[in-house]
T-cell receptor
């Protein structure tokens, strides 16, 4: 399984943008880049995913490097409720022997200061 | 997206006994997975629960220790057998629906073995 590398922790001020980086230099051409977050005492929550193009949804934006070896999750205005562990995950395509499973790395713990 | 209910939410068990954790999804899903999360750690995939056939286990996990059932498209169970204190962890169920972008996770079962 292709691996991702993220900083262990990051800090942000409330209402400022946050850029969470992820390196995935061994990504294959068909791996999807997924981001999940885990709030304290909860299961992980889907944030966003993409393949090649940048993506936006109501929660965040995902910027994918042209060579796909790295990506950045962007929270446009951090709130205290965004304090969580953020996981960058490479998901193999469905129909492969790995059945689209998600393999979690260590993630980035985001602290948001008021 | 699907909503997952896990039971029990927590339990304290004696070593040598077994505990069965239930995962109920409110809609039919194509894939279901079981994870373990030890305190302060990331999620580790135990197995993919296959409907109507034997689960697919990840390296380091075996059927005798973690038998899994998936009798239909909305329900799965994970049994932690012959428990020891090292099995104390949070166990999470996850599911994916066709045509839905993200995977859904339950809130987890917090297991303490004494």
């Amino acid at each position: 399984d292709a691996k991702t590398t993220q900083p262990n922790s990051m800090e942000s001020n409330e209402e400022e943008p946050v850029h969470l980086p992820c390196n995935h230099s061994t990504i294959s051409g068909t791996d999807y880049i997924h981001w999940y977050r885990q709030l304290p005492s909860q299961g992980p929550e889907y944030v966003i995913h993409g393949l090649t193009s940048n993506v936006n949804n109501r929660m965040a934006s995902l910027a994918i490097a042209e060579d796909r070896k790295s990506s950045t999750l962007i929270l446009h205005r951090a709130t205290l409720r965004d304090a969580a562990v953020y996981y960058c995950i490479l998901r193999v395509p469905f129909g492969s022997s790995n059945t689209g499973k998600l393999i979690f790395g260590q993630g980035t713990t985001l602290q948001v200061k008021p | 997206s699907a909503v997952i209910s896990q039971k029990p939410s927590r339990d304290i068990c004696q070593r040598g006994t077994s505990l069965t954790i239930q995962c109920q999804v409110d809609s039919q899903v194509t894939m279901m997975f079981w994870y373990r999360q030890q305190p302060g750690q990331s999620l580790t995939l135990i197995a993919t629960a296959n409907q109507g056939s034997e689960a697919t286990y990840e390296s380091g996990f075996v059927i005798d220790k973690f038998p899994i059932s998936r009798p239909n498209l909305t329900f799965s169970t994970l049994t932690v057998s012959n428990m020891s204190p090292e099995d104390s962890s949070i166990y999470l169920c996850s599911a994916r629906s066709t045509g839905v972008d993200g995977y859904t996770f339950g809130s987890g079962t917090r297991l303490t073995v004494v």
